[in-house]
Nanobody, 119 residues
């Protein structure tokens, strides 16, 4: 089992920035990718960004150039793994609940953190 805990959401004005964090604990050796998804009201959950254990990174077209996913360096005796989502130049359409995920759709999920972009 993997436990995921997110933090860093909140209210920000358009054009502003936020940084989300997600700490994974438990069977972190089983994680091959970590990702951020988001779900806006009335919309399906969508993949925003992901990073694999090999360092491959990809983003949804809607956030390319504005969001950056990164992770802490890990060692063989690490007991947690932390991934970040730096969000810049935020737009109202970025408003959503953001979920941390390990191993994509069939994997593990955090509880979600609300991001609201509004003036």
């Amino acid at each position: 089992q993997v436990q995921l805990v997110e933090s860093g959401g909140g209210l920000v004005q358009p054009g502003g920035s936020l940084r989300l964090s997600c700490t994974a604990s438990g069977s972190i050796f089983s994680i091959y990718a970590m990702a951020w998804y988001r779900q806006a009201p009335g919309k399906q959950r969508e993949l925003v960004a992901h990073i694999t254990s090999g360092g491959t990174i990809d983003y949804a077209d809607s956030v390319k150039g504005r969001f950056t996913i990164s992770r802490d360096s890990i060692s063989s005796d690490s007991v947690v793994r932390t991934v970040y989502l730096q969000m810049n130049s935020l737009k109202s359409e970025d408003t959503a609940v953001y979920y941390c995920n390990a191993n994509f759709a069939g994997g593990y999920w955090g509880q979600g953190t609300q991001v609201t972009v509004s003036s």
